[in-house]
């Protein structure tokens, strides 16, 4: 096990409506990093957060936002979902910016149906 | 534009035989690259990184050679074992830092008995 826990692991919505995915990092990582997993597809990149600030984004719009908190807790929020917003979306935490050799810790992801 | 390429195509072997996956890169100069493995329904799990300037990296029955000239990396599992049977995925970093990875598509090992 990883240490990285996402909430809920699976998710119905419906197009148009507005989601939270919650994710809680390794103990003592300071950087967690979103990923979108489509169907036969690597992760992809969406954000990066330091120390409650985002540190790089990937291509996706405004709509996708996120959050960091003080405890290193995380936030995903997707708004006016659409049908190709079905995905496994990753959570990733790692030890910090300026560190060499850095790797991930993923959870086991919230799977996302828009219907 | 930036392009990862794993073979889609699954992989089938037989235990005891060494299993090898292919990662190919273009328009990319990476710092590291990484090795993870993912089974379904679960998020990847890291196996291994190399430098640019290593050739070679190993641990345990897992070996990774880059080649920077080629932009390509191989993956050898030896002597595998049903247990291995997942999806493997590549990423390159560029920044050295893991602050953006970007994966190929992977590559599905199934090993039978």
């Known amino acids: 096990e990883t240490g990285v826990t996402q909430s809920p692991t699976h998710l119905i919505k419906t197009r148009g409506q507005q989601v939270t995915l919650r994710c809680s990092s390794q103990?003592?990582?300071?950087?967690v990093s979103w990923y979108q997993q489509a169907l036969g597809q690597g992760p992809q990149f969406i954000f990066q957060?330091?120390?409650?600030?985002?540190?790089g984004r990937g291509n996706f719009p405004p709509r996708f936002s996120g959050l960091q908190f003080p405890n290193y807790s995380s936030e995903l929020n997707v708004n006016a979902l659409e049908l190709d917003d079905s995905a496994l979306y990753l959570c990733?935490?790692?030890?910090?910016?300026?560190?060499?050799?850095?790797?991930?810790?993923f959870g086991s992801g919230t799977q996302l149906s828009v219907l | 534009s930036q392009k990862i390429e794993q073979n889609s195509e699954a992989l089938n072997i037989q235990e005891g035989k060494t299993a090898t996956l292919t990662c190919n890169y273009t328009?990319?100069?990476?710092?590291?690259l990484q090795w993870y493995r993912q089974d379904p329904g679960r998020g990847p799990v890291f196996l291994l990184l190399?430098?640019?300037?290593?050739k070679e990296k190993r641990k345990e029955r897992l070996k990774v050679t880059f080649d920077t000239t080629l932009k390509q990396s191989l993956f050898h599992i030896t002597a595998s074992q049903p247990a291995d049977s997942a999806t493997y995925l590549c990423?390159?970093?560029?920044?050295?830092?893991?602050?953006?990875?970007?994966f190929g598509t992977g590559t599905r090992l199934q090993v039978t008995l």
């Open positions: 990423a390159l970093d560029s920044t050295g830092t893991a602050s953006k990875l970007t």
């Open positions: 328009n990319y100069s990476p710092a590291y």
């Open positions: 957060y330091y120390r409650e600030e985002e540190n």
């Open positions: 990733a935490s790692s030890l910090g910016m300026g560190v060499s050799n850095e790797k991930l810790f």
């Open positions: 103990s003592g990582h300071n950087t």
């Open positions: 190399i430098r640019e300037n290593e």
